[in-house]
């Protein structure tokens, strides 16, 4: 057989006798394999049983070398199509199934051909949609899995990829602390791009109302849809929440240069979304207001960039609400040089607030969590007053509220905990 080394760019190509792999990494134990068998009649000894949804290919999981892995049996020129897709997502971190390996020239011992095999890297504690769905779903539990798919789709079109057959049925389902993350587990059909124009999202979008229609009078036709779901709402509801999501994360507004509290509330809905804003992008428009639009990113990039441009150690949840404060003030203060509007707000916003706490009162939590509890509690505040309180008052309440109530933390922990300083 011809040797095919260097064919793909992707990863290396590996010629045996009767297949020919193709993986960034290949694991010797895939060359233990029925290969000549079509994946339907594998012995049962090779597979795993796992939820499995609905896919117009034979897929079979595999355990090789600790890991599961999915077998998906298609013709060679889609295979090597969605391995490149697959690991282009990949680089790019858009939560999706990793791509393992394409197994090709396959054939049966009698000579006959079989088609090629894409394996996917098997997504732990993910389940198929139909999964969820063997006990009756709650309408609650559906608006979830609803919200889940809808930030996909976003997180899609933002990247620049077209899917072309967006459904329930391409995705897997993660819990997520009461909530779900979706994952896309099918990208064959898709396409990405540097962007997606108007045009492209829509008719992804029209490919999702259809096909989740389908998929929503299955499962009525089970017997596995709550008697208040109506199928038809189920796919327009997708949809509006889709364009809910994109309308908060991309559309430009216009603030007063001291109307910091709207900037902190467009924040907090893209927060509760399930979107983190890395920075706030703004100019300047012939009114003297601003134009401001957030960059939205991936969770885990908040600890990082505080520590670059602080020097603060948090955790995630806390550089997100110090990172926020810290773009409303630069926002606030016309600043465009991040370095510096990042020294000004640790020496003008964060150490005072830290400081102003009484010796006494210092044990009871460090000074990043304390800063971002005050945070929340000016939020509140302001909330409550229809307007940006300030850090003086929302200081001065938590102190006396909220702070001299609580614990100390050597109290709670059982060990010494060293006075903080700022």
């Not at 029925?34 to 009649?41: A, G, I, K």
């Not at 976003?154 to 391409?170: A, I």
């Not at 939205?296 to 603060?312: E, K, M, Q």
């Not at 949840?317 to 016309?334: G, I, T, W």
Request: glycine fraction near 6%; charged fraction near 25%; include cysteine.
């Amino acid at each position: 057989m011809p040797n095919h080394e260097g064919k793909r760019s992707a990863g290396s190509a590996v010629t045996l006798v009767a297949v020919r792999i193709t993986s960034a990494l290949v694991d010797p134990a895939l060359l233990d394999l029925p290969w000549s068998t079509p994946l339907e009649q594998w012995p049962a000894e090779h597979l795993v049983a796992l939820p499995q949804g609905i896919s117009r290919h034979i897929v079979r999981f595999v355990r090789l070398g600790g890991y599961v892995y999915a077998f998906k049996e298609t013709r060679e020129r889609i295979a090597e199509r969605e391995y490149d897709l697959l690991r282009a997502l990949e680089r790019i971190d858009f939560p999706s199934v990793e791509a393992v390996a394409i197994v090709a020239d396959r054939q049966t011992d009698d000579g006959e051909p079989l088609e090629s095999v894409l394996i996917t890297r098997h997504l732990q504690f993910s389940l198929p949609y139909r999964a969820l769905f063997s006990n009756t779903l709650r309408p609650e539990t559906m608006n979830r899995l609803l919200d889940a798919l809808a930030a996909l789709i976003v997180r899609m079109h933002l990247t620049g990829f077209f899917w072309g057959d967006c459904s329930l049925s391409n995705t897997l389902f993660r819990r997520d602390a009461g909530a779900f993350a979706a994952y896309l587990v099918d990208a064959e059909t898709g396409a990405l791009h540097t962007s997606l124009s108007n045009g492209q999202r829509g008719e992804d979008l029209e490919i999702a109302r259809v096909n989740i229609f389908g998929e929503a009078l299955d499962l009525q036709a089970a017997g596995l849809l709550h008697e208040s779901i109506d199928p038809e709402v189920v796919c327009e509801e997708v949809v509006r929440r889709y364009e809910r999501l994109w309308h908060e994360i991309t559309y430009e507004q216009q603030v007063e240069r001291a109307a910091r509290h709207d900037i902190e509330g467009r924040i907090r809905r893209l927060n509760e979304l399930g979107f983190d804003v890395a920075e706030v992008a703004l100019s300047t428009v012939d009114n003297g207001r601003y134009l401001v639009r957030p960059k939205v990113v991936d969770a885990g990039y908040h600890t990082r960039r505080l520590l670059r441009l602080t020097g603060l150690d948090a955790e995630e949840n806390q550089a997100r609400k110090l990172l926020n404060d810290l773009d409303a003030y630069r926002v606030e203060s016309d600043l465009t040089d991040d370095q510096q509007a990042a020294h000004r707000w640790l020496t003008e916003v964060f150490e005072p607030v830290v400081r102003a706490v009484p010796a006494h009162l210092r044990r009871k939590l460090e000074p990043q969590e304390l800063f971002a509890q005050i945070i929340e509690h000016k939020w509140l505040l302001s909330e409550q007053a229809g307007r940006d309180v300030g850090m003086r008052r929302a200081v001065h309440s938590y102190l006396a509220d909220v702070l001299v109530h609580r614990p100390d933390e050597q109290a709670v922990l059982g060990v010494e905990v060293p006075t903080p300083t700022p």
